[in-house]
């Protein structure tokens, strides 16, 4: 199971040092556009094994311990650890959700003001909206942790 993870760590940090270099270096992209979507597609889709191989192997690991087991040891297993990294899965992907969702609508209703500040109140509606979406991955994830 560590050959996973090791093969997750490198297909991680091999995304962050493309995205970096790119970010320093914007011409080379031009150059690279030959191969650099099927290398970027190889690099995800072996991020994307990994994370459904980890599930499938360390789900076993996270639900093969008893309860007078689990007390008595006092180091975190590697399923348990799993699940304690997928608890915090949909916080972090509700709020990029929102991020997303708040960027425009923040703009849009900025725009609006301007125009007609009437519309304050209507606005201030859709962003408590956008930013719900934050709150929902919250109060999911506070459900998983007390099912862990």
């Given at each position: 199971m560590y050959w996973l993870v090791g093969l997750m760590s490198f297909a991680i940090l091999g995304l962050i040092v493309t995205g970096i270099f790119l970010e320093m270096r914007p011409g080379y992209a031009l150059r690279m556009r030959p191969w650099f979507r099927p290398a970027m597609g190889t690099q995800l889709l072996v991020?994307?094994?990994?994370?459904?191989?980890?599930?499938?192997?360390?789900?076993?690991?996270?639900?093969?311990?008893?309860?007078?087991?689990?007390?008595?040891v006092s180091e975190i297993s590697t399923g348990m650890g799993l699940a304690i990294l997928g608890v915090g899965i949909p916080t972090g992907?509700?709020?990029?959700?929102?991020?997303?969702?708040?960027?425009?609508?923040?703009?849009?209703?900025?725009?609006?003001?301007?125009?007609?500040?009437?519309?304050?109140?209507?606005t201030l509606i859709y962003l408590g909206l956008a930013e719900g979406i934050a709150?929902?991955?919250?109060?999911?994830?506070?459900?998983?942790?007390?099912?862990?």
């Open positions: 991020f994307v094994g990994a994370q459904l191989g980890l599930l499938v192997f360390g789900i076993n690991n996270a639900f093969a311990e008893t309860a007078e087991a689990a007390v008595a992907l509700s709020t990029i959700g929102a991020g997303i969702a708040v960027g425009p609508i923040g703009a849009a209703s900025l725009a609006a003001i301007t125009e007609k500040p009437e519309t304050l109140g209507r709150i929902y991955g919250l109060v999911i994830s506070i459900l998983l942790l007390n099912r862990i």
